[in-house]
């Protein structure tokens, strides 16, 4: 004879496979933000690298213009000197010329090196900028996929995933930024 098939067996298997599909969503909502945790980590790390990195650079062109003004003075203390003794009828020491000469290339040399400073100083906070707004955006991503996982809203993950792409992006055009 035929068994009867209990109806609350096949709702007790239907609960527990929707059961199991939710978890594994969940896991896939969790490891998804801990990957996006992970790219927020290091684009923060490369970001506060380019800061450091830009406010070193701006030391040096500020130490360069620096250094260029001493040479302006010096080269303003020959002239001088120059016509003074001209004026008091002196006649002007034979390495005057010359000091003057070494001034003007020193100075050129110096403005070169204030302006490498300045260009890649600038560089750096662009690279900064640029990984700042992945952070930013990684982070939004994170919050979001918690209040996803509150929700059990998989459309809210979706978001989520879409702002780690977008984050992706920039954490790509920080690292390819010259």
């Not at 980590?41 to 406010?55: D, K, S, V």
């Not at 070494?102 to 990984?131: D, G, R, W």
Request: glycine share 4%; net charge negative.
């Amino acid at each position: 004879m035929e068994e009867l098939e209990d109806p609350t067996e096949r709702l007790k298997e239907t609960m527990e496979a929707a059961e199991e599909k939710k978890e594994r969503w969940t896991m896939h909502v969790a490891l998804s933000t801990a990957i996006i945790a992970v790219l927020a980590a290091i684009a923060g790390l490369y970001g506060n690298h380019h800061a450091n990195e830009a406010m070193l650079d701006q030391i040096k062109e500020s130490d360069q213009w620096a250094y260029y003004q001493s040479k302006s003075i010096k080269a303003e203390i020959t002239k001088s000197t120059e016509q003074i003794l001209i004026a008091v009828g002196k006649t002007l020491p034979p390495e005057s010329e010359d000091k003057k000469k070494k001034y003007e290339e020193e100075k050129i040399e110096l403005q070169k090196k204030a302006t490498e400073a300045h260009e890649s100083s600038e560089s750096h906070m662009h690279k900064h900028i640029v990984l700042s707004r992945a952070v930013t955006i990684f982070q939004i991503a994170v919050a979001l996929s918690a209040v996803a996982i509150l929700t059990r809203r998989k459309l809210v993950w979706y978001g989520s995933m879409a702002l780690a792409a977008a984050g992706c992006v920039f954490l790509v055009m920080g690292f390819l930024a010259t």
